[in-house]
T-cell receptor, first 110, second 112 residues
Framework: GQNIDQPTEMTATEGAIVQINCTYQ??????LFWYQQHAGEAPTFLSY????GLEEKGRFSSFLSRSKGYSYLLLKELQMKDSASYLC???????????FGAGTRLFVKA | DGGITQSPKYLFRKEGQNVTLSCEQN?????MYWYRQDPGQGLRLIYY???????QKGDIAEGYSVSREKKESFPLTVTSAQKNPTAFYLC???????????FGDGTRLSIL
């Protein structure tokens, strides 16, 4: 079967660092995306990993280990506007079908 | 500016009625997708199309139908067979397989 697991909710403090984990079991792998989704809005692209290792983009970094079926999204210097859901998504082999996790709702408190 | 346009933003369906959600893109993307999102859940794939005049069922296609007569357009019809249609519907497209999906702003469908 195909499965993507993420924690349901996390809470962190403004200015802190938070790590959101994602584990996946999919029939084929062609890359992993992280999206941010504010309530009632469409997801927006944050990061893409296809090779093992860390990808850094400003306050956001994403890590991938294909052998472990594991990724994380790291958010630094948290701001109140980072309160949102974060979706982990895997593209299967062939590249046209994306499987989404249920998302992690992050609450940033002052 | 290129993008994906979904309409309407809000839609209400009466019992036994079919409704159609519009999705238009001017990104020249070949692949288009329809997702359903229920509160607190991720995106579930309804239908997708890789090229014009071709489409495949996703994980929850029952009670839905689509067409792809033009590259730019991928309308979704929610039929009366879909007994629980209340959800947030998102349309997306991809240019190439390793690119992120571009999403429309979504349509929120409710039952009257």
């Amino acid at each position: 079967g195909q499965n993507i697991d993420q924690p349901t909710e996390m809470t962190a403090t403004e200015g802190a660092i938070v790590q959101i984990n994602c584990t996946y079991q999919t029939s084929g792998f062609n890359g992993l995306f992280w999206y941010q989704q504010h309530a009632g809005e469409a997801p927006t692209f944050l990061s893409y990993n296809v090779l093992d290792g860390l990808e850094e983009k400003g306050r956001f970094s994403s890590f991938l280990s294909r052998s472990k079926g594991y990724s994380y999204l790291l958010l630094k210097e948290l701001q109140m506007k980072d309160s949102a859901s974060y979706l982990c998504a895997v593209i299967n082999t062939g590249g046209f079908k994306t499987i989404f996790g249920a998302g992690t709702r992050l609450f940033v408190k002052a | 500016d290129g993008g994906i346009t979904q309409s309407p933003k809000y839609l209400f369906r009466k019992e036994g009625q079919n409704v159609t959600l519009s999705c238009e893109q001017n990104l020249n993307h070949d692949a288009m997708y329809w997702y359903r999102q229920d509160p607190g859940q991720g995106l579930r794939l309804i239908y997708y199309s890789q090229i014009v005049n071709d489409f495949q069922k996703g994980d929850i296609a029952e009670g839905y139908s689509v067409s792809r007569e033009k590259k730019e357009s991928f309308p979704l019809t929610v039929t009366s067979a879909q007994k629980n249609p209340t959800a947030f519907y998102l349309c997306a497209s991809i240019g190439q397989g390793d690119q992120p999906q571009h999403f429309g702003d979504g349509t929120r469908l409710s039952i009257l």
